[in-house]
C-alpha cells in the first residue's frame, strides 16, 4: 500500500459500516487518506472498527438510493475517489424482496455514477461487482470477458450494474473499474446467514449447522485482505496504467464444495463435524469460480492467503469475539 498516494485522498467508501467497507476503511485510514463514509446504518455495536476509527471518518447516514445525498455529498466534499460497495448483498433476502435489492443495487450504482459525472472532481471509481454477475455460465472458470446473464433477483441486480457501470464509462468517459470477487470471508462479518460465520458460529456455540444447499455447490473464497489489497491497488494504479473501463476478477483460484468447506472448518477448529443437509437452496447457482489471470499479469496482485491460513485467522477471530 502506497501511503503516500493515499495521504490526504479525499475517499468516499459506500456501505463503510458493512463487511467489506469497514475493513476497507481500516487500511484507508492507516494510509492517511481522508475517508468519507455513507451507509444506512452508523455507529453499529458490530463492527471491526474502534471508536477512534469511527470518529475519524466523516460520517453520513443515508442511502445511495437519495440522488440528491449521493450528488451533494461528493461534489461538496470534492471527493477524488470512490469506492461503491453499498448493496443488497445478501441472496436470500433479494430473492424475498426483489424490488428492495432493485432499487439499492441498481439504481444505487446509477445514482454513484451519476453524481461522479456531474460533479467532475472524482478521478477513480471502484465498482464492487460479483462473480454472480456472470450468472450460470457452461465454461468454467468465468473470465471477464464472458457475457453477464443473470436470473435471479441478486444476480441480475449485480449483472444490470455491472453493464451500467461499463456503460458510463463507454459513453461518459467516468473513471470507472469494476471488480469480481468470489466469495468473500475472514473476520468482521458478522452476517450469519453466509456458511463461513454460520459455520464457525455453529461449532463454538455446539449447535447444528444447517447447510441450505446440497453441499455439492461449488465457490471461490476469497480472504478480506486479499480483496481489500485488490481494492487499494487497483485505485493506487487507475491513472498511471490507465484502467478505466477495464474490469477484474479477484480469486484465490481453488474452489470448494460447501460440503468439503464446512468439514475444513470444523477440522481447523479441532471439532467434530455437526450439520444437517436440507437441499433447499433452489435458485443459486451451483458452479461458479473465477480466473485471476488478468489482475496478476496487469499488476501483480495475488491471493496472499490460502484457504487454510485465512480460515485460521477467522476463527481465531470469531472465538474472541463471541466469547464475549
Known amino acids: ?45 458490530q463492527t471491526i472498527l474502534s471508536p477512534d476509527q469511527l470518529s475519524r471518518i466523516k460520517i453520513t447516514k443515508g442511502s445511495v438510493e437519495n440522488f440528491r445525498l449521493v450528488f451533494d455529498l461528493i461534489r461538496t466534499n470534492k471527493i ?6 453499498a448493496a443488497k448483498s445478501i441472496v436470500g433476502d433479494c430473492l424475498k424482496n426483489p424490488l428492495r435489492a432493485l432499487k439499492t443495487n441498481v439504481s444505487g450504482t446509477v445514482n454513484i455514477l451519476e453524481s461522479c459525472r456531474r460533479a467532475q472532481c472524482v478521478k477513480t471509481v471502484v465498482i464492487a461487482s460479483s462473480d454472480k454477475a456472470y450468472g450460470e455460465q ?16 441478486y444476480d441480475v441486480s449485480k449483472s444490470c450494474s455491472d453493464l451500467i457501470a461499463q456503460m458510463y464509462y463507454h459513453t461518459y468517459g467516468v473513471p470507472v473499474v469494476i471488480t469480481r470477487c468470489g466469495n468473500i470471508y475472514g473476520p468482521g462479518d458478522f452476517n450469519f446467514s453466509r456458511i463461513v460465520p454460520d ?14 444447499s446440497d453441499g455439492k455447490f461449488t465457490r471461490d473464497y476469497i480472504y478480506i485482505k486479499d480483496v481489500i489489497f485488490g481494492y ?37 477448529s479441532g ?19 473465477l480466473d485471476a489471470t488478468k489482475i496478476k499479469k496487469i499488476l501483480g496482485w495475488n491471493a496472499k492467503y490460502d484457504l487454510s491460513s485465512g480460515l485460521k485467522e477467522t476463527i481465531e477471530w470469531y472465538k474472541n469475539v463471541l466469547s464475549k
Open 138 to 153: 457452461k465454461k468454467l472458470p468465468y473470465k471477464e470477458d464472458m457475457a453477464l446473464c443473470g436470473n435471479h433477483p
Open 199 to 212: 459455520t464457525i458460529k455453529s461449532l463454538i456455540e455446539k449447535k447444528q449447522l444447517i447447510i441450505r
Open 232 to 268: 487499494i491497488i487497483l485505485a493506487e494504479k487507475m491513472e498511471k496504467l490507465n484502467l478505466a473501463g477495464e474490469v477484474f476478477n479477484l480469486s484465490s483460484e481453488r474452489p470448494i464444495s460447501v460440503l468439503n468447506l464446512v468439514k475444513t472448518i470444523y477440522t481447523l
Open 1 to 45: 500500500m502506497d501511503t503516500q498516494f493515499w495521504k490526504g485522498k479525499k475517499v468516499l467508501v459506500t456501505g463503510y459500516e458493512g463487511f467489506v467497507g469497514s475493513w476497507l476503511c481500516l487500511f484507508l485510514l492507516k494510509a492517511g487518506a481522508e475517508v468519507f463514509g455513507l451507509d444506512i446504518k452508523t455507529h453499529r455495536k
Open 271 to 289: 471439532e467434530k463435524s455437526n450439520y444437517i443437509i436440507t437441499g433447499e437452496a433452489k435458485t443459486e447457482i451451483k458452479h461458479q469460480y
Open 80 to 85: 477524488e475517489i470512490v469506492f461503491h460497495l
